[in-house]
């Protein structure tokens, strides 16, 4: 590994805002495909879940360089999450009839529905 000075960041007054800040929380739009189930876990028949942090911005679509994973079973099931995160759209936060970003914290479940 190595070090390399990073470029000190400008202040930023376009901070996202917390849920409990904010009067409209972000809302997932109701046509987004759901994150594909891997096939290597579902012919093994694991069930899991993703934990993802990220910031919808004010178009409504996630942030990918803020996506961090607080919580996942399998690495598959992350994968899966991001690249269906990059398509997804969601309905923006607002506060005071603005749309703000927010960072949200959102479960995806991979669950096997016995037929």
Known sequence: GGGGGGTPQPVNSDQPYFGFQVEK???PMPNNSAPRYPDMLRSANVEGEVLAQFVVDTLGRAEMQTFKVLKSSHDLFTNSVKSALSNM?????EVGGRKVK??????????????
């Not at 960072?103 to 037929?115: E, G, I």
């Open 25 to 27: 929380q972000v809302a």
């Open 89 to 93: 759209r969601f309905y923006p936060a």
């Open 102 to 115: 927010q960072l949200v914290q959102m479960p995806f479940q991979f669950t096997l529905t016995k037929s």
